[in-house]
């Protein structure tokens, strides 16, 4: 899979459409916002890339509706390597930037000292629990984005006016 694939946010939302659901050309243009020439060549590339499918097309007066669908449940994103932005990240960002600023939300950053052990145990407890409620998740229900982050942080340079 192609790293490009899922760079754009424009990608990253039709694949948010199609998380719980399949959906058709129109139906995803109509919720991500986009032209329907603009959705059909987003949707080509997810394809392409492996990403989304068709999952059923039916016949609607002489034109075949295809429906596309996630080709899997979660996708494992190569790691972007040194100095390239984390896309995952990238994109929840603008998510929560476009989220309307009246809704409740959760948004925290902590800094930890931790062992090697409970950075692992807590990176093990943090997917565990991404997972549980991925299993809870009803297509019925509004949607809900959780993006969580657990690195050790690169050596800062210190800024001038930080020096005392």
């Not at 809704?103 to 950075?119: D, I, K, S, W």
């Amino acid at each position: 899979m192609s790293l490009r694939a899922v760079s754009s946010l424009t990608r990253h939302r039709i694949m948010a459409v199609l998380r719980f659901e399949p959906a058709t050309i129109t139906q995803i243009a109509g919720r991500v916002g986009l032209a329907k020439g603009s959705s059909s060549y987003h949707v080509r590339l997810l394809e392409r890339a492996g990403l989304v499918k068709v999952v059923r097309t039916r016949k609607v007066r002489g034109v075949t509706e295809r429906y596309y669908a996630m080709a899997a449940r979660a996708i494992v994103l190569p790691d972007p390597g040194t100095g390239q932005p984390d896309v995952l990240m990238r994109h929840a960002v603008a998510d929560l930037e476009a989220a309307p600023v009246d809704g409740e939300r959760y948004v925290r950053m902590a800094h930890l000292r931790l062992t090697e052990e409970q950075f692992t145990e807590l990176g093990a407890r943090l997917e565990e629990l991404a997972d549980e409620y991925r299993q809870l998740s009803d297509p019925a229900l509004p949607d809900v984005s959780l993006a969580f982050a657990l690195f050790r942080p690169g050596p800062r340079e210190q800024a001038e006016g930080d020096a005392k």
